[in-house]
């Protein structure tokens, strides 16, 4: 793994305002996945639109861990859903085609 798809954590929150335990809350609960690189909390690049979604959820709309997990939980439920549907549209398209 390369240090440059990953951000420290202090780096985020300090340039979010928020506080490091939120981020570690976040991580308790599975939310997020965090790793140490040179005895620093860092957060893998890619999941950055995911967090700060979270930080939205509970900082803008005040929404409690709870509340963020269910809708996280409902969020990917919905996408599962969407690719699901969009690999049948496909699947059909393909033997409307057939017989075309």
């Known amino acids: ?3 440059q798809h990953f951000i420290p954590v202090d780096e985020f929150c300090a340039s979010h305002s928020i506080e490091m335990t939120f ?3 976040l991580q308790e609960t599975g ?3 965090m790793t140490t690189i040179k005895e620093t909390g860092c957060i893998p690049a890619n999941q950055l639109p995911q967090l700060e979604k979270i930080v939205r959820f509970h900082y803008e709309l005040d929404i409690n861990l709870e509340g963020i997990e269910t809708i996280m939980h409902l969020l990917q439920q919905i996408y599962d859903l ?3 549907m969009m690999a049948l549209k496909n699947r059909l398209r393909l033997y409307e085609d057939q017989e075309g």
């Open 82 to 84: 969407q690719a699901d």
């Open 1 to 3: 793994m390369h240090t």
């Open 31 to 33: 939310l997020i996945d």
């Open 23 to 25: 981020i570690s809350a």
